[in-house]
Nanobody
Framework: QVQLVESGGGLVQAGGSLRLSCAVS????????MGWFRQAPGKEREFVAG???????LYARSVKGRFTISRDNAKNTVYLQMNNLRPEDTAVYYC???????????????????WGQGTQVTVSS
């Protein structure tokens, strides 16, 4: 059984930075494509960033140039570096893992097999 545990969320002022971490246990991280999603109050969960089973990355248009996803397979951890944060980035951020063996980043929630519990990110104006 794969378990994902996010950390690193918190309260930050607009323009600030946070780094989210997602620790993976139960299986080797290198076997999975990984994604970060977020859900703001009253809104649907949306794709933020993903890194494929290989090394391809993809970002939502709203975060491109500000967020960076990376993975450290030796530490079984995925990161989301978030810079120049905006109030509209406020949401619960979820880490997810997909067993799909594709070099293309998976953006569809339904194709992710495992999810973390989420970590709150609040950006004040």
């Amino acid at each position: 059984q794969v378990q994902l545990v996010e950390s690193g969320g918190g309260l930050v002022q607009a323009g600030g930075s946070l780094r989210l971490s997602c620790a993976v246990s139960g299986r080797t991280l290198s076997m999975y494509g990984m994604g970060w999603f977020r859900q703001a109050p009253g809104k649907e969960r949306e794709f933020v960033a993903g890194i494929s089973f290989g090394t391809s990355t993809l970002y939502a248009r709203s975060v491109k140039g500000r967020f960076t996803i990376s993975r450290d397979n030796a530490k079984n951890t995925v990161y989301l570096q978030m810079n120049n944060l905006r109030p509209e980035d406020t949401a619960v951020y979820y880490c997810a893992a997909t067993g799909a063996k594709t070099l293309v980043v998976v953006t569809t929630m339904q194709k992710y097999d495992y999810w973390g519990q989420g970590t709150q990110v609040t950006v004040s104006s």
